[in-house]
Structure formats: C-alpha cells, structure tokens
C-alpha cells in the first residue's frame, strides 16, 4: 500500500512540476525545496524503477521534463540531481527499458512515440547538465556514450530521419548532445578512442548528407510528400482535396507546359520543419567540427599549426557530397554549405525588399509575426554561414601549410577557393544591400571588407555576423590567397 501511495504521490509532483516550473522564475527553489523533504530522492528512485521496468511512460515524461527545466535554469539543480544519482538512471536504467521496447517490436505504436520521447528528453537533459556542471558531470556524459554508442550512431543517419520528423528531432538532440561533448575531446578521445572515431566520422558524414539535401529541394519535397503518403502527417497537410493538386507552368525555355503537382508542399507545416530542423543539425555539425579543426584565428595571425594534433576531417577534393555517402565529405561540402545557405537567404520573403510608403511621413506597420519568423530564420542562417566559412577557411589552410600535400594541389586549392570567396561575398553583399535598400557596391575587390560605409557605420557595438565573415574572407586572402 505505501508504495502504491508512493507512486500516487510521485506521479502527481511529476505532472504538477512539468507544469509548473517554466512559469516560475526560480525553478531551483523547487530542487532545494523537494531535496529538504527528501522527496528529490524519492523521484529520481521511482524513475529509476519505474525506467527498469519499462511501465508509466507519461509518469517517466513527466519527471524528466521537470529535471529539464529545473537544471537548465540554475547549476545548484543540476548538482543535486547529479548527487542524488539522475546520470545511473538515464544510462543502465533508461538502456533497459529502451532494449526492452526493441524486443517487444513496437517501434509503430503510441507506446514507442513515448519512449521516443523519452530518450530525447534524457538526451537533452545529459546534455543541458554538461553544459551546466561542466567537467563534473564529463565521466558520465562518456558514461552515456558507452552505454548508447550504437543509438547514437543510427540518429546520425539523415536517411533514418529525413522521412520523418520525430527521427529528426532524435538525430537533432544527438547532435546538441555531441556538441556538448565535443568540448572536451582530449578526456573523450582518450578513454573512448574507438566510439569518439565512428561518432565524429558520423558527424562529418551528416554535414554533408545535410548540404546535400539543403542543396536539393526537390529531395525536401520528395520527403515530405513520402510521410504524407505513409500517413505520418495529417490530412491538411497533404494536397488540396477541393481542387487540382497541381498546375500547369509554362517553361521559358520552347513554350512547353509541364505538371508541377509540388506547389502544396511547401506551403506545409511538415516542409518548413524538416528545412528548419536540417539548418539545426548542420549548424551543430559544424559548430562541433570546429573543437577538431585548427583556431582560424592563430591560423591568421602566424600562420603555425600542428598538424598532428588535427588529423583533416574533410578530403582535399572538389566532388560534391551525396545523401547516401557514396562519395566522401570533401572541402566541396563547406563551399556547397556557403552557396546553399546564401540561396535560403534569397528565398526568404523577408529578404527583399519591399515598395516604399506613398506618404514619407506615414509610420512604418508594426512587425508581424511572420517578420519576427524571417528576422530569426535569417540570423540562424548567417549563423551557420560563420561557422561554415571557418571550418572551411581552417580545413583549406591545414593542408595549404602540410608539407607533404603536392605543391600543384596546393595552388588549385587556391585559385578554387578564391573563385569560391569572390562569388560568396558579392552574392552576400548584394544580400545585404537589398535588404537595407540601398545600391550594392560595384567595381570593389570583393575579398575586402565593406569600406567604412554601408555595414561599419550604420551599425555600433558588437560586430555583426555579416561583418565578421566578411573580415575573415579578408583576413584569410590577404594571408593565403596572394
């Protein structure tokens, strides 16, 4: 009776909490408050009886969304769920009742979509602690690399989530996950040496699987209509049923007419999600690839590396990356990476400008919530831009200063990444200038930064992210490129 009456009592705080601690400011004051009554402890071990025996999922949601919230807003939280031994719960524990799951074959059924859940929120929460307790809190994040190593490998497959949206937020989870990690590779390297190879070859593959189908919006469009076929989408997400699904385009190319039956597509929900969520993922990849690559900033000032300290992550090659890994990720990834975001940028209605108010004197409309969207679409989109363009710039001068690379491969390299700097940055600029209205600078060496002018003046404070690319491209020609 009284473990009946414990579980009554621990499931009520679970749900109450998960709803109650993002609208309190000082979420840490419920931790303090439960670990004095000794009821912290009670939680974590009836979640991790309740993980052992697979049973209660929403008890099990419930709880793991209240640790969330609670350590991601103060690290005192996150110590005393550490203390009172949250990491065992979510590696063996979790690892049990997740394999358990497998066994039974429910993979299709509501219970499944739970425990999917499930291992995302432990996901977030192993990550939100490292990034919390810091190196504390290291020895079981490599713990729960060691248990899941194989799960985490098969959430780096963008073939395994492109068609459908829960595989895409497991995969974008592992990669917040790894990106935390990835901050402390040394202590990573050396007591996991062969799970940290396979993850950080899968992250390298991912980004180029990703450029690949960012690249192709057609793949985009073939996704999304694949999980409205396969019923993982509603039905108002799926083609209009009161008229024709397609329309006729006419080609400028001969007068000749063609069915294009995707307009619908990308006007879903579905479609907007899948391109955020693999902007997400690729923008993680990256900034984890960054911990492995050469600081583009010393590379800068003396130009001094040491190269076997970073072994290349991309090959010296020009082949453009395929979804499936057919070919292997090269350098042609990252300048694929600059171009495709740059297009995003272009496709975005918020990036053109539009026609001026009759009346000069009439007070511009208030931001909507659509131009709010588009503000942070495009700050996420430069955003991955910077950490592309780093990578990129870091990778290509790794091999610029290895002796033992051919001398001719040297200089293609140059001329190549020239042409690729050169198109990157006025295609940039223009960007820029449309959206502030104004004329895009002509006749300018493109690999300079924007004269005291139209970026530097207009703008005070922290440098901007635009202002920062242009300056590394700068920065890089003048130390490399000449």
Known sequence: MSMYVSRIITTTLGLLMAEMVPCVSESAQ????????????????SLDEHLKMGTDEEFVEAILSFFLAASAANSGAAKALLVNGIAQAMSASLCKALDV????????????????????????????????????????????????????????????????????????????????????????????????????RAVVQLSGSCVAVLSKRATLKRAVKTMYASGLLPPEQGPPGDKKASKVVIMATGGMECEDDDA???????????????LSILTLCLATLKHYSPCLEDLLMDGKVDLAEYPPLYALSLIPPSVDYTTPSSLATLTLCLSTGLAIIKMDPGSKVGTPSKS???????????????????????????????????????????????????????????NELEHFCQELILSLTRKAGVPSPGGSNILKTPSAGSLHESRSGALLAEQRIFKLAELFAKQFLK
Not at 30 to 45: A, E, F, N, V
Not at 128 to 146: C, I, P
Not at 264 to 278: D, H, M, P, R
Not at 401 to 414: C, G, M, N, R, Y
């Open 30 to 45: 419920w931790i303090s408050t439960l670990k004095q009554h000794s009821l912290l402890m009670l939680m974590i071990r």
């Open 101 to 200: 799951m497998l066994c039974a074959g429910v993979q299709q059924s509501r219970q499944a979509s739970e425990w999917g859940r499930i291992w995302q929120l432990a996901l977030k929460l192993s990550a939100t602690l490292l990034s919390t307790l810091g190196h504390a809190y290291v020895q079981f994040a490599l713990d729960f690399v060691s248990v899941y190593d194989g799960r985490l490998l098969k959430a780096l497959d963008v073939l395994h989530c492109v068609h459908d949206l829960g595989s895409l937020s497991e995969t974008r989870a592992v990669c917040h996950f790894i990106f935390q990690l990835s901050r402390y590779k040394s202590q990573w390297q050396f007591a996991l040496p062969a799970q940290h190879r396979d993850l950080l």
């Open 264 to 278: 619908w597509v990308t006007t879903t929900a579905a479609y907007q999600e899948l391109l955020n969520g693999l």
């Open 360 to 418: 000069p004197i009439k007070s511009p409309p208030p931001a909507s919530s659509r131009d709010l969207a588009s503000v942070q679409k495009r700050a996420e989109v430069l955003c991955l831009l910077e950490h592309a363009i780093i990578v990129l710039l870091s990778q290509a001068t790794r091999y610029l200063v290895d002796p033992s690379v051919d001398p001719h491969a040297k200089q293609i390299l140059k001329k190549e990444l020239a």
